[in-house]
Nanobody, 126 residues
Framework: EVQLVESGGGLVQPGGSLRLSCAAS????????MSWVRQAPGKGLEWVSS????????YYADSVTGRFTISRDNSKNTLYLQMNSLRSEDTAVYYC???????????????????WGQGTQVTVSS
């Protein structure tokens, strides 16, 4: 059974930083590109960032480029999202997402994600 468990969310002031983690189990982690997706209050899901299976390439939404960094440690089956210069508009529940089993390459299409974590709340407020 695929399990994705996010952690690291919390309340932070504008301009602050947080590091999210996603512990993965139940599948060959290093076979899959992985992604972060978020959902702000009252809004739909938004793709945030993706990383290839080996970590060699990363992709970001325009809204977070230059502020967020995605990374992974395949030896620990863990995905990370370092978030700097946080803004109020970054307030959301952040989800770790794995593509469906037949999709191993990077995808930004929300419909391609077959497994999600429970999410971790990030609140940016003074």
């Amino acid at each position: 059974e695929v399990q994705l468990v996010e952690s690291g969310g919390g309340l932070v002031q504008p301009g602050g930083s947080l590091r999210l983690s996603c512990a993965a189990s139940g599948f060959p982690f290093d076979d899959y590109a992985m992604s972060w997706v978020r959902q702000a209050p009252g809004k739909g899901l938004e793709w945030v960032s993706s990383i290839t299976w080996a970590g060699g390439r990363t992709y970001y939404a325009d809204s977070v480029t230059g502020r967020f960094t995605i990374s992974r440690d395949n030896s620990k089956n863990t995905l990370y999202l370092q978030m700097n210069s946080l803004r109020s508009e970054d307030t959301a529940v952040y989800y770790c997402a794995k593509p469906s089993d037949t999709i191993t390459v990077v995808t930004t299409n929300l419909g391609d994600f077959g497994s999600w974590g429970q999410g971790t709340q990030v609140t940016v407020s003074s």
